[in-house]
């Protein structure tokens, strides 16, 4: 099995089915029963693995993350309930009061603001560079810098940071490097590839399958040495590369509880089984989008990174051969042709998802940018005159029909 499709399909590594069941059967059950006192003393003891307590592990949420370590060719993979909970189990499990993390302030708005306004009162310093600024990355590290933490193409601003020199960078200094690849997943971006060390997923975007269920993903690519994390040479010693692994399941994610419902795991391994399809053809869709919108006087310019006058084109096209997903940025003359815009819409709608199999649009400064101030918005890229639109996976004439709607109405 070589093909990404068909090792999303038939890549089960579950064991047999009773009855030959061709879905992976929902494990609905919060317990597990052993059969004597001695194997569930084994269990908890981790000398024995076995499935005792749905927080911890549970077989369908196993399931999808055997696959998704199968696709990625990840070391180990851990299954969490959203995006934000795998991005907060990561950084919690690397870092601790006292030490800091280099990231940028050219995030997704709610990861800026865990590490703004959740992380940084427990004492986790966030700095925040330009990632495209690789003398600024090299500066902020210090002995005390536990990840450098980026987008693998950023939402809202559609940025591609050069990822193999940032890796690099990261490594001389003897620091893992995390990848957000929510809008790209191990489909368009092979992050083991190009040496990340962790990346993280929402995999309520494109994996769910259209927006079925919220669910993470962090994927341990078995890259980086966790001797050089204090707080996982403890794990290291007993566990090797399977350190980060074994905190997350015997210490954070056990104990934060942001475990993933074997339901949606169902869900996301059912939404795997076409992802290849869908995300060929949201990019297909989008970059005709995106070409169509650069040509019409109203539009002053759009950001996507597959075109000609992107200035990441070049990068994009060597990281991402084959596509950069659905999403693409684009502004008009100010706010309130931004809201007559969207309001003349029939078909894409007005919702703060992306990677649906449904268009989307949004105005992320007057939604998920509203809590930041003017000045705070200009630092994170987000434009009062900038609209997002996630493209899905409908008929191409159909949406320009529909932008075509938009404009008529200014
Ligand atoms: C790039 C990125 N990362 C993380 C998240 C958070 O994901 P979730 O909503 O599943 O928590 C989002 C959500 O939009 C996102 O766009």
Known sequence: MKGFATKAIHGSL????????????????????FSDSRQIQLAFEGRKPAHAYSRITNPTVDELEQRVRLLADAFGVVAVSSGMAAISNAILTLAEAGT??????????????????TLKPWGLES???????????????????????????????????????IVAIAHEHGVPVVLD??????????????GVD??????????????????????????????KNPKLA?????????????????????????????????????????????????????????????????????????????????????????????????????????FAFQDALRLIRRATNINDNKTLIIHPSST????????????MGVSDSMLRLSVGIEDEEDLIEDLQRGLVAL
């Open 100 to 117: 800091n993390i280099v990231t940028t302030r050219w995030i997704f708005g709610n990861t800026y603001s865990l590490f703004e306004h």
């Open 368 to 379: 998920i940018f509203c809590e930041f101030s003017e000045e705070q918005k200009a630092a």
């Open 14 to 33: 579950l064991k047999p089915e009773a009855h030959g069941s061709l879905r992976p059967p929902v494990y609905d059950s919060v317990a597990f029963e």
């Open 181 to 194: 690849g929510t809008v790209t997943t191990p489909y368009l971006f092979r992050s083991r590839d190009h």
């Open 234 to 338: 403890p794990y290291a010693k007993q566990y090797g590369p399977g350190a980060l692994i074994a905190a997350l399941r015997h210490e954070v994610y056990r104990n934060v509880g942001a475990c993933q419902s074997p339901h949606n795991a169902s869900l996301q391994i059912l939404g795997l089984e076409t992802l290849s399809l869908r995300i060929d053809k949201s990019s297909a869709n989008a970059i005709s989008l995106a070409k169509w919108l650069e040509k019409q006087p109203q539009v002053k310019v759009v950001n996507y990174p597959w075109l000609e006058s992107s200035p990441y084109y070049a990068r994009a096209k060597h990281l991402f051969p084959h596509g950069v997903g659905g999403i693409l940025t684009f502004d008009l003359a100010s706010h309130d042709t931004c």
């Open 198 to 227: 962790l990346e993280v997923i929402s995999s309520t975007k494109y994996i769910s399958g259209g927006a079925t269920s919220m669910g993470g993903l962090i994927l341990d690519n078995g890259l980086f040495d966790w001797k």
């Open 127 to 165: 700095r925040y560079v330009d990632m495209t600024d690789e003398k600024a990355l090299a500066d902020a590290i210090d002995d005390k810098t536990r990840a450098i933490f980026l987008e693998v193409i950023t939402n809202p601003q559609m940025q591609v940071a050069d990822i193999d020199h």
